[in-house]
Nanobody, 125 residues
Framework: QVQLVESGGGLVQVGGSLRLSCAAS????????MGWFRQAPGKEREFVAG????????SYADSVKGRFTISRDNAKNTVYLQINSLKPDDTAVYYC??????????????????WGQGTQVTVSS
């Protein structure tokens, strides 16, 4: 079992940047692949970015490639999502998720067993 807590969301202007954090409990954080998903009102939760349990592989949705960067710091039990060049359609609740020893198909929501409560990102003009 692992508990996840997101932070770092807020209100940002178009073109701005934001860094989201996801803190995980336990001493086995390094065994988990981590993913970021987002959900806008009335829409399904969609994949944003993922990183393998080894940190050797990353995956991004086409809509965020070149703007978003996922990284992890196992010493801090934390995964990050650096968001640059924000657009209005980036507005959503952002969730982090975890799957033990995940490496492939990081974009597949069904693989993730644990989820945080989410943090709101709002992009204004």
């Amino acid at each position: 079992q692992v508990q996840l807590v997101e932070s770092g969301g807020g209100l940002v202007q178009v073109g701005g940047s934001l860094r989201l954090s996801c803190a995980a409990s336990g001493r086995t954080f390094s065994n988990y692949a981590m993913g970021w998903f987002r959900q806008a009102p009335g829409k399904e939760r969609e994949f944003v970015a993922g990183i393998s349990w080894t940190g050797g592989r990353t995956s991004y949705a086409d809509s965020v490639k070149g703007r978003f960067t996922i990284s992890r710091d196992n010493a801090k039990n934390t995964v990050y999502l650096q968001i640059n060049s924000l657009k209005p359609d980036d507005t959503a609740v952002y969730y982090c998720a975890a799957v033990e020893y995940g490496s492939r198909r990081l974009e597949d929501r069904s693989r993730y067993a644990y989820w945080g409560q989410g943090t709101q990102v709002t992009v204004s003009s």
